[in-house]
């Protein structure tokens, strides 16, 4: 079993269309998170949730809008999609907020804005 | 998170015990030391956390001085298996959080 997944696991589009990026994990755990790693290999914390609640969100553009309807899913939307979006965006999970420990990462979407 | 530097690659065979040292000077007191490891293509994977002192699991060692402006992770008889980047991570939350550019370990046969 697939302890985190998203979906879709590449996604190519252009330039100013809405795309949405799902994950789910079967863990059990309290917390999700969304990171972005860029061309020069960066990963990056965009947001994070507990327990359905926003705990984190680090300067990332309004375009971008986590929903959590559950504690096992983090769905993530881009409104506006721009070139610089382009990158692979990893959902993860713990157990506790905000935690550095065993965050267990899904496999990634490549995002790629033409 | 505290600044850290690491070495940005290192080269072993098979069968070699491996160290990868990391830096951080400005490790405030409630800070704990992380380690991840990310293959091509796929999400980070936590190998081991500590404090002080030692600790050791079925993967790795982590070793840090007393004044833990310095951390070591130790992989024992590394395989092909192990070629991936290493992150030192030093905080105690995921706050303003960013994986830096990481040690790039290639094991050769």
């Known amino acids: 079993d697939t302890a985190v997944s998203q979906t879709p696991k590449y996604l190519v589009t252009q330039m100013g269309n809405d795309k949405s990026i799902k994950c789910e994990q079967n863990?059990?755990?309290?917390?999700m998170y969304w990171y972005k790693q860029d061309s020069k290999k960066f990963l990056k914390i965009m947001f994070s949730?507990?327990?359905?609640?926003?705990?984190i969100n680090e300067t990332v553009p309004n375009r971008f809008s986590p929903k959590s309807p559950d504690k096992a899913h983090l769905n993530l939307h881009i409104n506006s999609l721009e070139l610089g979006d382009s990158a692979v965006y990893f959902c993860?999970?713990?157990?506790?907020?905000?935690?550095?420990?065993?965050?267990?990462f899904g496999p990634g979407t490549r995002l790629t804005v033409t | 998170l505290a600044k850290t530097t690491q070495p940005i690659s290192m080269d072993s065979y098979e069968g070699q015990e491996v160290n990868i040292t990391c830096s951080h000077n400005?490790?405030?007191?409630?800070?704990?030391i992380t380690w991840y490891q990310q293959f091509p293509s796929q999400g980070p994977r936590f190998i081991i956390q500590?404090?002080?002192t030692k600790v050791t699991n079925e993967v790795a060692s982590l070793f840090i001085p007393a004044d833990r402006k310095s951390s070591t992770l130790s992989l024992p008889r590394v395989s092909l298996s192990d070629t991936a980047v290493y992150y030192c991570?030093?905080?105690?939350?995921?706050?303003?959080?960013?994986f830096g550019t990481g040690t790039r370990l290639q094991v050769f046969p």
């Open positions: 991570l030093v905080g105690r939350n995921t706050d303003k959080l960013i």
């Open positions: 949730y507990n327990n359905k609640e926003l705990i």
């Open positions: 863990l059990g755990h309290d917390t």
């Open positions: 400005n490790i405030a007191t409630n800070d704990y």
């Open positions: 993860a999970s713990s157990q506790g907020r905000e935690s550095l420990r065993e965050q267990y």
């Open positions: 500590g404090y002080k």
